[in-house]
């Protein structure tokens, strides 16, 4: 029969293009619940889902910062029976950590691990009866390997990473996977809203050099690295479809073949001196050469590496 798959933060971006993805499987082996915070934004995904809704797609509410919220939409599926979570919703957060209050802080581990951890902990007890179920994670490179100006964004995901890789031995126990999904920079309105947000900082209590560094230096090369190598929605949903689909899903899933190279560098040095240097001087020293920064990680990346990676 159809699998029963719930997905978190569809209204935009990854999570959207994911939910039209499976509703539109042509075996019609999925039943798409997507859910999102705010229902009035479900325009743009109905509009994406087409026909779609009402047969295999439908819409619930769900705000993955609230108990109550996540506790009445699982309540609201038929027999609380769920086949695959995934765990989408996600917000991020750029900026020199002088200018961001524990509280902005907070909220971004409330909707990135707090929110996952929701979750996992309202649906899992049923899929641990059931003795089967698939669990899928969007986490981020950023997951693996931390950058600079995203210290707090970057926490939030490593947190996920260890939670979830700590969960995945029990729940291999009861037939229950686990998967975690690392895409590179995506075009989406994450970048958008970041960009949105940087434009209306004014840095209270950030010394001059750092709002250099952050303004002049890191934003530009950041925008020259989702120029570079920036994944659309699609290919993000052609992988996760693909992990799903797989008879053995892998635990990690790196999306982004160019990008490999660069989370290789942690695992090649134990000490972490190496990527830590390599980012360094990508940041301060090849800094106005990005492009050919970006060229010449692209032949770097050979066979084998490319391998590693789920490609969409
Ligand atoms: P997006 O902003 O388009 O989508 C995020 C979605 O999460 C939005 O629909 C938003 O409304 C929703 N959301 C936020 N807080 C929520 C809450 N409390 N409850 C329910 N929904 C909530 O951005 P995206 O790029 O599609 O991001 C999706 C996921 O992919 C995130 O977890 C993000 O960290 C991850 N990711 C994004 C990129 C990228 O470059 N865009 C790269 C790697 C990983």
Do not use: W
Request: net charge neutral.
């Amino acid at each position: 029969g159809q699998k029963v798959v719930l997905i978190t933060g569809c209204s935009s971006g990854i999570g959207l293009r994911i939910a039209v993805t499976l509703a539109k499987d042509e075996k019609k082996r999925y039943h798409v619940i997507a859910t999102m915070r705010d229902l009035k934004k479900k325009d743009k995904l109905l509009e994406a889902a087409g026909d779609a809704y009402g047969k295999t797609l439908m819409l619930l509410q769900l705000d993955v910062c609230s108990d109550d919220s996540v506790k009445e939409c699982i309540n609201n599926v038929k027999d609380r029976h769920i086949d695959i979570l995934i765990n989408n919703a996600g917000v991020g957060l750029l900026g020199p950590v002088e200018s961001i209050s524990i509280d902005e802080m907070k909220r971004v581990f409330d909707t990135n691990f707090f929110g996952v951890v929701r979750m996992i902990k309202e649906v899992m007890p049923d899929m641990k009866k059931r003795r089967s179920g698939h669990i899928v994670v969007m986490s981020s490179v950023m997951g693996l390997q931390g950058v600079v100006f995203n210290d707090v964004y970057t926490a939030s995901k490593f947190a996920m990473e260890g939670f979830c890789e700590s969960m995945a031995v029990q729940l291999m126990k009861f037939n229950i996977r686990l998967s975690m999904i690392e895409p590179g920079p995506v075009h989406t309105e994450f970048e958008t809203k970041m960009m949105e947000d940087v434009a209306k900082m004014d840095f209270p209590g950030v010394d001059a050099d750092t709002v250099r560094y952050f303004k002049d230096v890191y934003l530009p090369s950041s925008i020259d690295i989702f120029e570079a190598m920036g994944q659309t929605p699609e290919d993000i949903a052609k992988c996760t479809k693909k992990i799903i689909e797989s008879e053995r899903p892998r635990f990690r899933n790196l999306t982004n073949s160019l990008y490999t190279p660069i989370v290789a560098l942690k695992y090649a040095d134990e000490t972490g001196g190496l990527s830590v240097n390599t980012f360094y001087n990508l940041l301060f020293n090849f800094g106005p050469l990005m492009h050919i920064t970006m060229s010449i990680l692209k032949c770097l990346t050979c066979s084998c590496l490319r391998r590693r990676t789920i490609s969409p």
